[in-house]
């Protein structure tokens, strides 16, 4: 089916280790998203690509990083995790860079930091 | 800061029930969209509205974007099992920001 793939599904890491969180779309998306989601504070965009080629950060950037390797897939680093990165992981995509245009998101990573 | 808060948080209800839930802000928002999340899956789609005023209908589910696009709210008609999941509404505000609300987590007892 088509859609937004993301890997792995689940993770535990120590704190201070680091992991790429994987995703990739097929639907020749234009613009793509990572937000994270924690309990009563709905979702957060961490960093998005409007385009191929361009990044921006969004409203909780810090001790995060992202590459837009093609049109297909933006991966999300943590270079040094924290417990305060425990959260559940979302990547999504759209066709241009509007809310007009809806998201599609994929079913998610949900990370713990011990 | 929230832009846009829910309301109710949570609502638990009997299968048949009527409901609705609101996404209120102070702001203006140029679109709208809701999304229903299910345990474990990301948010699906369900519509978008973009002129103050719209009513869309989608089966039992009919959303409003209010006169001042500042509000929309979701009313279910006779709600069913298969509706429970988590409501978020979506904002689209100055400088193509996009913000979410935190949700409405509804439970549908058959």
């Known amino acids: 089916n088509a859609g937004v793939t993301q890997t792995p599904k689940f993770q535990v890491l120590k704190t201070g280790q680091s992991m790429t969180l994987q995703c990739a779309q097929d639907m020749n998306h234009n613009s793509m998203y990572w937000y994270r989601q924690d309990p009563g504070m709905g979702l957060r965009l961490i960093y998005y690509s409007a385009s191929e080629g361009t990044t921006d950060k969004g409203e909780v950037p810090n001790g995060y990083n992202v590459s837009r390797l093609n049109k297909r897939e933006f991966s999300l680093r943590l270079e040094s995790a924290a417990p305060s990165q425990t959260s559940v992981y979302f990547c999504a995509s759209s066709e241009r860079y509007s809310l007009y245009y809806g998201y599609t998101f994929g079913s998610g990573t949900r990370l713990t930091v011990v | 800061t929230q832009l846009l808060e829910q309301s109710p948080q949570f609502l638990s209800i009997q299968e048949g029930e009527n409901l609705t839930v609101y996404c209120n802000s102070s702001s203006v928002f140029s679109s709208l969209q809701w999304y229903r999340q299910e345990p474990g899956e990301g948010p699906v789609l369900l519509v978008t509205v973009v002129t103050g005023g719209e009513v869309k209908k989608l089966k039992r589910l009919t959303f409003q974007f209010g006169d001042a696009r500042k509000d929309s709210s979701l009313h279910i008609t006779a709600a069913q099992t298969g509706d429970t999941g988590l409501y978020l509404c979506?904002?689209?505000?100055?400088?193509?920001?996009?913000?979410f609300g935190s949700g409405t987590k509804l439970n549908v007892k058959p």
């Open positions: 979506a904002g689209a505000g100055n400088f193509n920001k996009f913000y």
